[in-house]
């Protein structure tokens, strides 16, 4: 299951996502990509989590989460909360809401304020306050990433025993274009969590 990112925003949508469920499926995987309502589209939380869990639920059958940015937030927070995901790729992952200032800004407009005023919402929705996580996680991180800090991911992997792949020169969006070592780095991990 692909989940696109975007921080969470209007901006972006499943046009992410096609070309990465087109290669996964040539690949020889059934792979669906799933949109969920943003922020200023009727998301926010908990609506946007229960898209994706219900898109899971849709499927009726035992997937993978693979994930970019706030997707990767979802992908490991499905993993989570749902028992039929059986892992997660995480491409430079959103995994911990309070650790880095940006981060929390934009988490607090995905759910609908900061820590300090809906504090059940981010132990909630930050998988980093839902550890453990007791299923095989992958977390791909670009060490050029100019969007979401790799510290996200080297900490989340310290703190919960997922695989680190850090990969020099490849930035932000490296992770999500076909045809790229950064691309075939996800793709191939999601490919064995899927076997």
Not at 26 to 54: C, F, K, Q, S
Request: aromatic share 6%.
């Amino acid at each position: 299951m692909v989940i696109h990112g975007g921080f969470w925003h209007q901006r972006y949508g499943l046009e992410l996502g096609r070309p990465l469920a087109a290669d996964l499926a040539a690949h020889g995987v059934a792979a669906y990509n799933v949109e969920y309502r943003r922020v200023t589209g009727g998301g926010g939380w908990p609506e946007t989590g229960n898209d994706v869990l219900a898109a899971i639920d849709a499927l009726d059958a035992d997937v993978v989460t693979l994930g970019h940015s706030a997707g990767g937030h979802l992908a490991v927070w499905a993993a989570a909360r749902h028992p039929r995901v059986i892992g997660a790729v995480a491409q430079a992952g959103v995994l911990d809401f309070l650790r880095h200032p940006e981060i929390t800004r934009r988490a607090a407009e995905l759910l609908g304020g900061s820590p300090e005023q809906v504090p059940e919402r981010y132990a909630d929705a930050s998988p980093a306050a839902l550890l453990p996580i007791d299923k095989p996680m992958v977390l791909v991180h670009g060490e050029d990433d100019e969007d979401v800090p790799i510290e996200q991911s080297v900490a989340f992997a310290a703190a919960s025993g997922a695989e680190l792949v850090t990969l020099p020169g490849v930035g932000h969006m490296d992770l999500i274009t076909p045809g790229t070592t950064a691309w075939a780095t996800c793709r191939d991990a999601a490919l064995r969590l899927a076997r």
